[in-house]
T-cell receptor, first 115, second 115 residues
């Protein structure tokens, strides 16, 4: 149980294009989903927290207009990197949490490479 | 504010030797503490967690960790290392009673296991 999937697992795009990453909780309803980015050989940095049906809460320094987060249902959250640039290349990981539990379940991550 | 410090960005042990990965935390509230493992190009897998119950926590794959409030530590140990244990390990702290249970990660420790 508690499986979280991400799609795609990797993506290569040209600079200036937009990329959408999906995060799904497969066997539970996630009241809260989290988006992290991880640069090579570094730790996970929280980008934003999203609750189903409401606007995401972004961490300081994360541009909300560049990283669009939609949490339209209890099993799906999407992260859209708009007008991607090479510096956006990173490993993006989502996690999901069931309301009332203090554990996050992580997806396998999406490797984004912007040329 | 909460923080996590992992001493040693890289630890190398021989197969069969004791594994000790260090984690110290800082928290103004009773913390929830977690250890995660990450294999290359994958998401995070929970090894174990401390949630104010027993101070000695047993996890998967033979790992365990002991919460020591007086030392503000939550070190991860395994009596006998296996080649398959080679991975990146992250310690994390959460203020579950506070902001939606956000996780604050340490910088990670890469474990290498020599034959």
């Amino acid at each position: 149980g508690a499986v979280v999937s991400q799609h795609p697992s990797w993506v290569i795009c040209k600079s200036g294009t937009s990329v959408k990453i999906e995060c799904r909780s497969l066997d539970f309803q996630a009241t809260t989903m989290f988006w992290y980015r991880q640069f090579p050989k570094q730790s996970l940095m929280l980008m934003a927290t999203s609750n189903e049906g409401s606007k995401a809460t972004y961490e300081q320094g994360v541009e909300k207009d560049k990283f669009l987060i939609n949490h339209a249902s209890l099993t799906l959250s999407t992260l859209t990197v708009t007008s991607a640039h090479p510096e956006d290349s990173s490993f993006y990981i989502c996690s999901a949490r069931v309301g009332g539990l203090n554990e996050q379940f992580f997806g396998p991550g999406t490797r984004l490479t912007v040329l | 504010a909460q923080s996590v410090t992992q001493l040693g960005s890289h630890v190398s042990v021989s197969e069969g030797a004791l594994v000790l990965l260090r984690c110290n935390y800082s928290s103004s509230v009773p913390p929830y503490l977690f250890w995660y493992v990450q294999y290359p190009n994958q998401g995070l897998q929970l090894l174990l967690k401390y949630t104010s119950a027993a101070t000695l926590v047993k996890g998967i794959n033979g790992f365990e960790a002991e919460f020591k409030k007086s030392e503000t530590s939550f070190h991860l140990t395994k009596p006998s290392a296996h080649m398959s244990d080679a991975a990146e390990y992250f310690c994390a702290v959460s203020d579950w009673g506070g902001s939606q249970g956000n996780l604050i990660f340490g910088k990670g420790t890469k474990l290498s296991v020599k034959p």
